[in-house]
């Protein structure tokens, strides 16, 4: 059973930077899709940042685009989301989501990814 458990999640100012951290298990290939997703309180979730297994292809939202990028540590099984510039409208709970596939592409659709972690809270003062 595959597992995936975000982390790093904290209380940040504004213009600060934070790394938050996905550790993926238990898959039977090292061939998967992440997404970054958020949702605020009273909001929809909704994706951030995705990328493709190679990394090749990815996406971002507008709104976060040059100021967060996504990266894969193979050895540790892990992505990573590096949020730099932090807004406060950037608070939310973050949630990565996985998804085994042999293609390279990215998916933005939240019905499209298999495994779930439980999210990590991230809170920007202002």
């Known amino acids: 059973q595959a597992q995936v458990a975000e982390s790093g999640g904290r209380l940040v100012q504004a213009g600060d930077s934070l790394r938050i951290s996905c550790e993926v298990s238990g898959l039977t290939s090292s061939r998967y899709a992440t997404g970054w997703f958020r949702q605020a309180p009273g909001k929809e979730r909704e994706v951030v940042a995705a990328v493709g297994w190679g990394s090749v292809s990815s996406y971002y939202q507008d709104s976060v685009l040059g100021r967060f990028t996504v990266s894969r540590d193979k050895a540790r099984n892990t992505v990573n989301l590096q949020m730099n510039d932090l807004k406060p409208e950037d608070t939310a709970r973050y949630y990565c989501?996985?998804?085994?596939?042999?293609?390279?592409?990215?998916?933005?659709?939240?019905?499209?990814?298999?495994?779930w972690g439980q999210g990590t809270q991230v809170t920007v003062s202002s």
């Open positions: 989501a996985v998804k085994e596939s042999l293609l390279g592409s990215y998916y933005t659709s939240p019905g499209a990814y298999e495994y």
